[in-house]
């Protein structure tokens, strides 16, 4: 017998995360959205030596590769999927390092309280 609610979409959830987000404005696929975050934190965590074991150091060298690479990436995503303008590209290059810097100054605090 096949329980048609069992197997209907119940709002677009896919791995945890809703198929529509802050990303679809941006013209961003969720998984693009989730890479170009990922791989700019990844960035700011492993440049210039593993970020916990230099809490107290300067961190231009980190914070301008992690940010450097967010607009590229953006640019490079949203002209796949079809919307290359450079308006809306900055504006989601902009909304990832917002986001990007509430996570990095979150762990900062962390590893510094840590310590």
Do not use: C
């Amino acid at each position: 017998m096949y329980d048609r609610d069992m197997h209907e979409d119940h709002g677009g959830f896919i791995g945890g995360f809703p198929e529509r987000g802050i990303w679809t404005p941006l013209e961003l696929g969720r998984g693009q959205f989730f890479a170009i975050l990922g791989l700019s934190l990844l960035v700011f965590i492993f440049t210039d030596g593993a970020v916990w074991r230099h809490v107290t150091d300067p961190h231009t060298l980190r914070i301008a590769a992690s940010y450097g690479i967010i607009l590229p990436l953006v640019w490079a995503a949203r002209w796949r999927n079809g919307a290359p303008g450079a308006g809306g590209t900055l504006v989601a290059a902009a909304v990832i390092a917002a986001i990007k810097l509430v996570l990095t100054a979150g762990l900062l605090v962390l590893l510094a309280l840590a310590r």
